[in-house]
């Protein structure tokens, strides 16, 4: 079986605020090979480590930097996560809004050691802004987002050229044969919406890559309790 990667949803988030500090460094103690975190970028130009468009009635695309760490105090910019975890873990980086990929892209690459970038993913629920991740980062790991499951989503995925199809985690256990279709499509299949994280044994037995979870350490230990 091939070795499943547990992404750090938005870092140890069953425990922590999600994407904030504390999150983070709890993954990495409870031993994630990697981090999947959130980026969005505020009306003045930065870069932040946020899920929710809408924080505190007000779209985050319409805030400053100061008005969004005002109401929220634990944000991290992605040049300050970088700075702090950037040399410690890999990170997959969601697009949660489009504009700002090339500039996304070449700031983690400049920023983080080599093996680290080698490990680098990427992925969004906007094709366009995954098709531009991979176009800046060929090399790397670029995957779409879905809530669809089936051969045309797959062959979408594909023609996009991009390496991963990432659809949630019911729905490849309730149809897992479609595992191998995207294999032979070249893809890789890493899902999200792990609701329990002992489903990861499940998604690791039919080929899956990986998957965001919350509870890194519970996901671990289901994986090598097999």
Request: with cysteine.
């Amino acid at each position: 079986m091939t070795k499943f990667k547990v992404f750090a949803h938005r870092g140890a988030s069953g425990y922590a605020t999600d994407n904030e500090t504390e999150a983070f460094e709890l993954a990495i103690q409870q031993g994630a090979p990697i981090i999947e975190t959130d980026v969005q970028m505020t009306t003045d130009g930065v870069m932040v480590l946020q899920h929710d468009w809408v924080v505190e009635g007000r779209f985050v695309a319409a805030m400053t930097l100061a008005e969004l760490t005002e109401v929220r105090p634990g944000l991290l910019t992605v040049a300050a996560a970088l700075r702090s975890f950037g040399a410690r873990i890999p990170f997959c980086w969601e697009v949660k809004a489009s504009g700002f990929e090339p500039t996304l892209v070449a700031l983690v690459r400049d920023l983080v050691p080599t093996d680290l970038w080698q490990q680098t993913e990427f992925s969004s629920f906007l094709p366009t802004s995954a098709y531009l991740c991979q176009k800046h980062a060929p090399h790397n790991n670029v995957g779409w987002l879905t809530r669809d499951y089936d051969e045309s989503s797959i062959n979408a995925v594909q023609t996009a050229g991009l390496s991963q199809f990432c659809p949630p985690a019911p729905a490849i256990m309730e149809h897992p044969a479609l595992v191998k279709v995207a294999h032979a499509r070249g893809l890789q299949v890493r899902a999200w919406q792990v609701d329990d994280p002992v489903w990861v044994s499940e998604l690791a037995a039919v080929g899956v890559y990986g998957a965001t979870v919350n509870w890194p350490d519970k996901a671990l230990a289901a994986l090598n309790a097999d």
